[in-house]
């Protein structure tokens, strides 16, 4: 049990249910980063918190994983890969440590795709922030939920 004194929900909005974000590129810039151990503890991820900083959904957050140490070497190239492009995307090609990537605006691709019967969203890219191409976020269509990216 926890107390709660002191806490008054008249004083307090409460939270509204959100549904993933429709699938689209956002403008975002990554606001967390850490490494975590994966499930079976045998190695590492990276995962990134972006926040989406323009637009309808601004203040909205998606999350990346990047499994930079793990025994699958296919998992560590697609996340190096990964990588990369999260570098690139914010012009910064020899991070010493991740908050260096942190606040810099990029447009994050995100995806829709069902799981346990849920639909969440799945980062499928990242590219460099381009004052000539404006970000279109798409709106939700009824095969949004498919893998197949809509761009």
């Known amino acids: 049990m926890a107390s709660l004194s002191g806490f008054d929900a ?24 850490d490494f975590k151990p994966t499930k079976n ?10 926040e989406v900083i323009d637009g309808e959904h601004k203040g909205r957050r ?5 499994n930079l140490v793990n025994a699958n070497n296919q998992a560590v190239e697609i996340a190096r890969r990964t990588l990369s492009a999260i570098c690139h995307a914010v012009n910064v090609l020899q ?7 942190h606040g810099i605006p990029l447009v994050v691709k995100v995806a829709c795709r069902e799981y346990n019967g849920n639909i969440g969203n799945e980062v499928k890219g990242y590219e460099k922030l381009s004052a000539a191409a404006p970000v279109q976020q798409q709106p939700a269509t009824s095969n949004s939920t498919v893998d197949t990216p809509p761009w």
């Open 62 to 66: 998606v999350w990346d994983r990047l």
């Open 41 to 50: 503890g045998e190695g590492k991820y990276l995962q990134f918190c972006f």
């Open 95 to 101: 991070p010493k440590d991740s908050s260096q990537l």
């Open 10 to 33: 008249t004083q307090v909005p409460p939270e509204e249910s959100r549904e993933a974000l429709p699938a689209g590129k956002y403008k975002c810039v990554a606001i967390e980063s």
